[in-house]
């Protein structure tokens, strides 16, 4: 291993690095998928040298996650399908029994 790789082990271990994390995870992700552009790459650079992402990308970005979140759940159905069509899965929830 090499000191970025130890240092980023060693940030992890922090319990305030759950955004780290998060955004390690999902910067894995995209740099498996071939979508993911050397151009993608360079803004992504260019926001954190900036140190700050504009409103108006911000709302825009929650706007293509949201159409992505709800393309992945449309395949996820099809392939898949519904588990019970008649309860909608946003309202179903599992109870909770306490024993004591």
Same mark, same amino acid.
């Given at each position: 291993?090499?000191?970025? +790789?130890?240092? #980023?082990?060693?940030?992890?271990?922090?319990?305030?690095?759950?955004?780290?994390?998060?955004?390690?995870?999902?910067? =894995?992700?995209? #740099?498996? =998928?071939? =979508?993911?552009?050397?151009?993608? !790459?360079?803004?992504?650079?260019? #926001?954190?040298?900036?140190?700050?992402?504009?409103?108006?990308?911000?709302?825009?970005?929650?706007? !293509? #996650?949201?159409?992505?979140?709800?393309?992945?759940? +449309?395949?996820?159905?099809?392939?898949?399908?519904?588990?019970?069509?008649?309860? =909608?899965?946003? +309202?179903?929830?599992?109870?909770? +029994?306490?024993?004591?």
């Amino acid at each position: 291993m090499n000191a970025p +790789t130890n240092e #980023l082990l060693l940030a992890l271990r922090a319990p305030t690095s759950g955004w780290l994390a998060a955004v390690i995870c999902a910067l =894995d992700e995209a #740099l498996l =998928d071939h =979508d993911f552009s050397p151009t993608h !790459r360079q803004l992504l650079r260019n #926001l954190l040298d900036a140190g700050e992402v504009p409103a108006s990308v911000s709302n825009a970005a929650q706007e !293509r #996650l949201q159409r992505f979140e709800e393309a992945v759940q +449309t395949l996820h159905e099809a392939l898949i399908g519904n588990p019970d069509p008649g309860v =909608d899965a946003g +309202t179903a929830r599992s109870h909770l +029994t306490l024993c004591a």
